[in-house]
C-alpha cells in the first residue's frame, strides 16, 4: 500500500513539472509567431522610382531621391534629404517583390502619405497636372465682323406703272376654285375655274397671294398688258413642284417678283 502511494506521487510531481514548463513557455511561441506572421513593410517601396511616379511623386523622408525629388532638390525647393534611417537601410529601394504598377497605390491613403501640409507637398502625394487655358482669339483693332446678307431677288420682268397704280387681270385657267388676296387692300376671295377677275388702281408696292383650294400646284404667268400699268397674270395647273407659286409682287420701280 505506501509503494502505490509513492509511485502516485511521483507521477504526479512528474505531471505538475510538465504543465508548468508549458504554461511557461506559452508566451515565448505566441512572441515567434507574432514575429512570423507580421510581413515586414518597405519604407522605400519600388513604385516611387517607376514611371509615372518617378517625376510626379515624392518620395519618403530618408529615400534615396527619385527624378522627382533630386530635380526639386537642385532647385532648392525641398530641404537636403535625411539619410536612410537603421530600418530603411535593410531594404534598400524596391526591396519588395516586383508587381504590376499600380496607378493609385493604395499607400497614398494611408499615413503619414495622406496628410498634405501647408506650404511644401507631403512625401507621396502626387503633383497637380498644369491646367491649359484656351487662348481667346485675337482681333485686329478696327476689325469688324460682316455678315453675308443674301443676295436680292431678280425680277422676272418689269413694267411701266401709270402714276405709281397697276391693275391687274387675274386668270384661272385651272379646273379647280384659287383663293386670291391682294394684301392689304382685299380681302381672301375665291376665283373659279376657266375665269377672270380685274384688280384696278393698285397702289404699288403690291402683294398678291393665291393658292388652288384642292391644294394642287401652280404655274404663274405674269405679262405686260396693252396699255401702261396694266399686267396681265395666268394661273395654270402643274404637277412640278419647282414650277409651283404662291404669291407675286410688284415693287415701286415696276419690277415683278415670283415666289
Known amino acids: 500500500m505506501n509503494i502505490n ?3 502516485f506521487r511521483q507521477y504526479v510531481q512528474i505531471l505538475g513539472t510538465i504543465c508548468g514548463g508549458l504554461l511557461m513557455g506559452l508566451p515565448a511561441i505566441n512572441q515567434v509567431m507574432a514575429q512570423q506572421t507580421t510581413p515586414k513593410v518597405n519604407p522605400c517601396p519600388r513604385i516611387f522610382y517607376e514611371e509615372p511616379h518617378n517625376n510626379r511623386v515624392l518620395v519618403p523622408r530618408g529615400c534615396p531621391p527619385n527624378a522627382l525629388t533630386q530635380r526639386l532638390l537642385e532647385q532648392g525647393l525641398l530641404p537636403s534629404a535625411a539619410n536612410p534611417s537603421a530600418q530603411q537601410t535593410p531594404f534598400g529601394v524596391g526591396g519588395e517583390a516586383p508587381s504590376v504598377v499600380n496607378p493609385n497605390p493604395s499607400i497614398f491613403n494611408e499615413a503619414p502619405y495622406n496628410r498634405s501640409p501647408r506650404g511644401v507637398q507631403s512625401e507621396g502625394s502626387t503633383l497637380p497636372e498644369p491646367t491649359i487655358r484656351p487662348t481667346p482669339p485675337t ?3 478696327g476689325t469688324r465682323f460682316r455678315t453675308q446678307t443674301p443676295p436680292a431677288p431678280v425680277p422676272v420682268m418689269r413694267i411701266a406703272l401709270a402714276n405709281g397704280t397697276v391693275n391687274i387681270r387675274l386668270e384661272n385657267n385651272t379646273g379647280a376654285n384659287v383663293t386670291y388676296q391682294v394684301i392689304g387692300d382685299t380681302a381672301p376671295r375665291s376665283l373659279t375655274g376657266k375665269s377672270y377677275v380685274m384688280l384696278r388702281g393698285l397702289k404699288a408696292p403690291i402683294t398678291l397671294t393665291f393658292q ?9 404667268t405674269p405679262q405686260p398688258g396693252e396699255n401702261v400699268g396694266n399686267l396681265n397674270v395666268t394661273l395654270q395647273e402643274t404637277t412640278d413642284f419647282n414650277q409651283d407659286r404662291k404669291s407675286l409682287r410688284i415693287q415701286d420701280t415696276g419690277g415683278v417678283l415670283l415666289n
Open 5 to 7: 502511494q509513492r509511485t
Open 139 to 141: 482681333t485686329q483693332p
Open 212 to 220: 388652288r383650294e384642292d391644294g394642287g400646284f401652280l404655274q404663274v
